[in-house]
């Protein structure tokens, strides 16, 4: 009974969280230290850095 409890009261918070994800992203990056680390992982990802770092230094003419 206990486990079943556990179990209802993290498919409640889960959908919370899915329900309201950007607005808890926003939340979560609008604090610097979490933000300058979601940088640093994200940059340390070379699939990410491929596609961002081009278009940042694309010298228009």
């Known amino acids: 009974m ?11 918070v889960l959908t919370f969280l899915f329900k309201w994800r ?13 933000r300058k680390l979601a940088v640093i992982i994200s940059m340390n990802m070379p699939a990410i850095r491929a596609k961002v770092l081009p278009g940042l230094f ?3 003419s």
């Open 2 to 12: 206990r486990i079943l409890i556990v179990l209802a009261c993290a498919a409640t």
């Open 22 to 34: 950007y607005r808890v992203v926003n939340t979560l990056l609008a604090i610097s230290f979490l």
């Open 58 to 60: 694309k010298t228009q």
